[in-house]
């Protein structure tokens, strides 16, 4: 296993277009984590899975942004009629609970742009 | 909601100073994390804590619960230590971070 794969690395856009990214986690990971990361900033909490499960939903994610993760597997996050504010890094990251706390593992990242 | 800050914001160093990074959050937490973030945008975990202190060959991590602040540690820096460290807290032990702001830390040659 390489670790938390994202997909893909880069997109551009133009507003009004829909984009979706798609995040491998470790395969024995059964929590899976979105956050979105503005420039400057640190990463903010989107939403997270445990196996197929949506637990929360932060209210940063509007009505435009869905996430699945249909088989408790691979997870995807879809922006209808993107803006340019949604331009970010958007950061996948997986974990799997054991005693004594746990670490969560980050993929690269998807940069989107949106002009 | 906790808060999370560090400082400072920026840091530039030498190659083999001693560097420390703060961080300092305001509700008590389940766990803390060092990251690292290089250009590109990849986070790497340095350290999760929950108490006391964790060394991985050059880096050392520090908390104080009673305190709410945390310190990252990097002795003999080198100039491949160059890249943005972020703290997060993990407020209920389900791996939900909040994330601080950033160092962007430049060691130069």
């Known amino acids: 296993d390489t670790g938390v794969s994202q997909d893909p690395r880069h997109k551009i856009t133009k507003r009004g277009q829909n984009v979706t990214f798609r995040c491998d986690p470790i395969s024995e990971h059964n929590r899976l984590y979105w956050y979105r990361q503005t420039l400057g900033q640190g990463p903010e909490f989107l939403t997270y899975f445990q196996n197929e499960a949506q637990l929360e939903k932060s209210r940063l994610l509007s009505d435009r942004f869905s996430a699945e993760r249909p088989k408790g597997s691979f997870s995807t996050l879809e922006i209808q009629r993107t803006e340019q504010g949604d331009s970010a890094m958007y950061l996948c990251?997986?974990?799997?609970?054991?005693?004594?706390?746990?670490?969560?593992?980050f993929g690269q990242g998807t940069r989107l742009t949106v002009v | 909601k906790n808060e999370v800050e560090q400082s400072p914001q920026n840091l530039t160093a030498q190659e083999g100073e001693f560097i420390t990074i703060n961080c300092s959050y305001s509700?008590?937490?389940?766990?803390l994390h060092w990251l690292q973030q290089h250009p590109g945008g990849g986070i790497v975990s340095l350290f999760m804590?929950?108490?006391g202190k964790k060394k991985h060959g050059r880096l050392i991590a520090t908390i104080n619960i009673q305190e709410k602040h945390s310190s990252l540690h990097i002795t003999a820096s080198h100039p491949r230590d160059s890249a943005v460290y972020i703290c997060?807290?993990?407020?209920?032990?389900?791996?939900?971070?909040?994330f601080g702001t950033g160092t962007r830390l430049t060691i130069i040659p």
């Open positions: 509700v008590g937490i389940s766990a």
């Open positions: 997060a807290v993990d407020d209920f032990g389900n791996e939900k971070l909040t």
């Open positions: 990251a997986s974990s799997s609970p054991r005693s004594g706390g746990t670490e969560a593992f």
């Open positions: 804590l929950s108490s």
